[in-house]
């Protein structure tokens, strides 16, 4: 007697509803061994169906020993599981559950993924597979263009792809007509012929009798054995090596399925490009607005430098000028970067005389070097006893402004004694130069000393000029500065445009990063369509889900799936948001340059990549609640879904 290779030994299966137990299987034992056809004949519910789930590995709760080729399954785990289902079964349904998106060839294809065989070796097997159930002419076809017997064709080419030594084919003639069932039912004679183990499980006596061997159920137990032919010989059986779906392998179904459904993937690629388009679009202008405002101050002022001042907090947290003095000015110029200390004096307006005419100016200072050399238009920066004339101030002096270059302006400044009585001081100036109308009249630092020495009074710098040696120190010097403390009231503070830059830039990046936010909602909603579409894939997609487990993908893989597919959404709602973003650029700069001479629109490189790392992380956490729930299906809830 030949010796088994399928031994069922008291499987026992109940279902189970409100707590009450609906027993399916009832005790069967069944020894079977290769090159037969089998036919597990029984009315609806009498658990031929359950029983082809157990043998196939898809259900592993009941009791009893289901040994295949020596080892009981029922010991398994889960990922073992897989690999039986892998390396031992091939599955033929009855509603054939080939996937729609994958056309025929690739439909074959699926299973010898999961085979060590080359990419030449598979799509050799699957072509000469469909050539032998005579679907040559009809590979590149999708399911939905295919007769039922060739869609059952197809199942049965994809069920023999990965070489399994037991075919189990639940109803495989029920959705057939007379002809295409008679074809069927020979190629799966040929099947058992080849010394595979063959199982059908069937409701049809003319179906039964095609077999081998008659198992007939009835009420969950093996009713009676009826032996209709010898048993086939058995041919030479090779070896099964099998490996899970490689990522590359689900990233292509992926990529079939999204083309699949284009239209409604092309809408959730626009809502998901409008998000990272809004988002680039406002860190651009952010960057522009700072460019610009930074450009505006450094063409007013040296951007290497800066105004200090010192102060003393009272007890009322009210903050009074203090004396500067030498000391300090070492002390700041010590400080690393700092490439020039200067003293200097801000008054809040001085009178100007020239001839007849008169004219009053609302700031003045001393020259320091943050007044820039281009910011004089005539002329060149004052040394001792020059003045450098505001251009607004020059025109009130002379109609012919440029004429006062070297000629004799007198300037009086109201100053206190040492006895802080107001008092007037003058002297007669040399005009060396006349800046723009952004600019101030000012003097050197020795004339204005001169003056007041002249007069008897003392002269106290109010705030000292800080020169840094690169643009990109400046605020790290600006912050060593503030955190010096001469005790613990006394401290220094950055005044002037360095200040104001400063506070102009913290509201401008305030204001980015508040309509960034509210760009980004649109990321957010484009996160939930995600979330949504996938949710409808996985309930579109079940049957698929449960297919595939079947050929023996781990849940892992039905997770990667749906992940790949969440990652090209983002991929291609990325491209397509920098794309726009880019052509804005492109088309609002000229315009922008056109009237203040600054392109306003700034994205750079670092902004699309952030941009694209956090739409595609969007994407990816919104793939996990969908793809979490795909993996944990039941595969046979999931295989027989409608």
Partial sequence: ?????????????????????????????????????????????????????????????????????????????????????????????????????????????????????????????????????????????????????????????????????????????????????????????????????????????????????????????????????????????????????????????????????????????????????SVLLMLALGAGGNGYINKQVGDLVNPNSFQVVKEREDSQKVKHSETINNQDIKRLGKLEHVENVQKGVFTGGATLNFAEKKAQTTIFQTLTDSIKQNDIKIGRAPVKNEILLEKGVAKELSKNYKDLLGKKVKLSLQVLDSADVPKIISAELTVAGISNEQGSSSVSYDTLEAMHKKNNVTLTPNFINITVDETTNVKAVQNKIKALKTDSKISFSVTGVGAILDTVTLYINLAVYVLTAIAGISLLVSAIMVIVVLYISVSERTKEIGILRALGARRKDIRYLFVSEALFLGIFSSILGVIGALVVQTLINPIAYEHISYNIVQLSLGQILFGIGINLLINLLAALAPSRKAARLDPIEAVTME
């Fill in 1 to 277: 007697m030949r010796p088994f290779f399928l031994k069922l030994q008291n499987i026992q299966k109940s279902y189970y509803l409100n707590k009450e137990e609906f027993p399916v299987l009832q005790g069967i034992d069944l020894e079977i061994g290769r090159g037969e056809f089998i036919s597990i004949l029984g009315e609806s519910g009498g658990g031929k169906s359950t029983l082809m789930n157990i043998i196939g590995g898809l259900d592993n709760k009941y009791s009893g020993e289901v040994v295949v080729n020596g080892r009981n399954i029922k010991e398994s785990t889960e990922k073992e599981l897989d690999l039986y289902r892998r390396n031992t079964i091939g599955f033929i349904f009855q509603s054939f559950n080939l996937i729609n998106y994958l056309n025929v060839l690739d439909n074959v294809l699926i299973a010898l993924k999961m085979t060590n065989l080359t990419k030449e070796e598979q799509l050799k097997r699957a072509t000469d597979l469909l050539k032998q159930v005579g679907l040559e002419q009809h590979m590149g076809k999708h399911p939905n263009q295919l007769s039922g017997g060739q869609k059952q064709r197809v199942a049965i080419a994809r069920a023999l792809a990965h070489d399994p030594s037991i075919i189990i084919a639940d109803e495989p003639t029920g959705a057939l007509d007379a002809q295409n069932t008679k074809e069927v039912l020979e190629i799966l004679g040929n099947i058992a012929k080849s010394g595979k183990l063959v199982v059908v499980v069937t409701h049809s006596q003319s179906v039964a009798d095609y077999g081998t061997y008659i198992v007939r159920l009835a009420d969950g137990k093996v009713e009676e054995e009826q032996r209709l032919r010898e048993t086939y010989a058995i041919e030479k059986q090779k070896t099964a090596i099998s490996k899970p779906l490689s990522f590359s392998s689900l990233i292509k179904m992926a990529w079939s399925h999204m083309m699949y459904g284009i239209k409604r993937n092309l809408l959730i690629i626009l809502g998901g490009g409008i998000g990272i388009f």
